[in-house]
């Protein structure tokens, strides 16, 4: 199984996939720095907004549209160059198939946000000072552990609904910015329905900032909402990554792919 990771790690670098996710993973970083350059005629500074930043750049945007489009990529790919059918009679598992290179996209775009969230958080907090910088840490890598297990969610979803159909990224993509980033914010309990919602009770960024800083905008909405328990929305994602990888899974077992198709 090591090889099988190797061989999908070393192809997914490679790809120019990869390296466009790359230069979008480097938006939220050059927008940090444009705020950093604009300080000085601004009335708030970057280190008080970068909770409202890395919520905004990083959970519902960079996160979710790189793994659309690496999460599709999984079983899609393989149909659309025809390649799937010649890679599920290597003498391995169908299963391990999927999953191993599913895990290699995650590796891939974890390491893109990783690096892309590191940056971000020095180039914003560098005015903050160091006592302030050294209190976000541990928020910092709450926030870097729900991003990563966001990924382990989304990757899979996007998986499965890539080996279904077969313009796989623009349904991903209103998946996305439709349903994921609108009723996530809409009172009741629709927003349970979402992945979303269970990243917002664990990231704690959004938690740094109080009514009376934002008003009445959208971090209004999020804070006045009644988050789910941190150990529930943990075990709820969990559960979502374990069943959509079994969704993605279950395609190669009953759905048949042919050349011709």
């Not at 120019?16 to 996710?21: A, D, E, F, G, P």
Request: charged fraction near 10%; hydrophobic fraction near 55%.
């Amino acid at each position: 199984m090591a090889y099988l990771l190797v061989f999908f790690l070393r192809d997914g670098i490679h790809s120019r996939r990869t390296l466009w996710i790359s230069i979008i993973g480097m938006v939220p970083v050059a927008c940090a720095v444009l705020l950093l350059l604009a300080s000085s005629i601004m009335e708030v500074k970057p280190h008080q907004i970068y909770p409202q930043f890395s919520y905004l750049m990083f959970l519902h945007f960079l996160l979710p549209l790189t793994a659309v489009f690496i999460g599709t990529a999984i079983i899609g790919d393989e149909v659309e160059e025809k390649t799937l059918p010649f890679l599920l009679t290597r003498p391995v598992p169908r299963w391990s198939i999927v999953a191993i290179k599913a895990l290699a996209g995650i590796i891939t775009i974890g390491l893109v946000i990783l690096v892309s969230f590191t940056l971000t958080y020095l180039v914003m907090m560098s005015g903050a000072g160091s006592a302030s910088f050294l209190r976000g840490l541990p928020g910092f890598f709450r926030s870097s552990a729900a991003l990563m297990l966001g990924l382990a969610v989304y990757v899979p979803l996007f998986g499965f609904i890539g080996g279904i159909l077969k313009k796989p990224v623009l349904v991903g993509l209103l998946f996305t910015f439709g349903w994921e980033s609108s009723i996530a914010f809409f009172p009741g309990n629709a927003r349970l329905l979402t992945v979303v919602h269970y990243l917002h009770s664990l990231f704690p960024a959004i938690r740094q900032v109080t009514p009376d800083d934002i008003g009445r905008t959208l971090f209004g909405l999020v804070l006045s909402a009644n988050k789910t328990p941190f150990i529930l929305s943990v075990f709820v994602l969990a559960a979502l990554s374990v069943l959509f990888t079994g969704l993605m899974i279950m395609i190669l077992y009953f759905k048949e792919y042919r050349l011709d198709d």
